[in-house]
């Protein structure tokens, strides 16, 4: 039978790594989804989820109620997000100062990406479904960010949202359809 989280977490408060790993594999998904889906981009939001158990696992002895862990993450994700706007915010108004780089221009020049036009459409579009997303409500946005976005199956969403299958089924349908109607709707 599988540990409990607050056993896992009373276990992490006294120092057993072993213990905190098995509570990163189990939310992981969730910080990833709620990551990608605050900062857009999967390596980012890799980085942030990183970051954010790292804060946790320093962090660990402060939490007095191990029901809370979820809820407790996020938090800490929320704020590992605000301060990578703020680092970023301060490398752009760094950047640009006295270095152009001929060497630079020449390995945009030679990338086999897509041309400019298509990569801003396809960002574009990318943003617009995020902040629908961000729009719906959370009963159908946290199932859609972890089957999508996270790439969850549906057992682990089922347990990471204490879910019955026919009920997650249901708000999955539910929650795609609103996302599809809110496109549509956006792109008149």
Do not use: C
């Not at 990578?84 to 221009?105: H, P, T």
């Not at 972890?146 to 349908?173: F, H, K, M, P, V």
């Amino acid at each position: 039978m599988p540990e409990t989280d607050e056993a896992l977490v009373a276990r992490s408060r006294g120092g057993d790594r072993a213990a905190f790993e098995e509570l990163v594999r189990r939310t992981a998904r969730l910080v990833f989804a709620r990551a990608y889906l605050e900062t857009g981009d999967a390596h980012q939001a890799e980085d942030v989820a990183q970051e954010t158990f790292f804060t946790a696992w320093r962090s660990i002895g402060q939490v007095t109620d191990a029901t809370g862990l979820r809820p407790w993450l996020m938090s800490i994700l929320h704020s590992v997000v605000v301060d990578v706007a703020r680092r970023a915010g301060r490398q752009k108004r760094g950047a640009g100062r006295g270095r152009d780089d001929a060497g630079s221009l020449l390995r945009l020049a030679d990338d086999a990406t897509p041309p400019p036009s298509e990569l801003v459409a396809r960002n574009d579009e990318r943003e617009r479904a995020l902040s629908v997303l961000r729009s719906l409500p959370a009963e159908y946005r946290e199932p859609l960010m972890l089957r999508y976005l996270a790439g969850a199956d549906y057992e682990t969403i089922s347990r990471q949202l204490a879910l019955s299958n026919g009920s997650l089924r249901g708000l999955l349908s539910r929650g795609m359809a609103m996302l599809r109607d809110e496109m549509k709707r956006k792109n008149r």
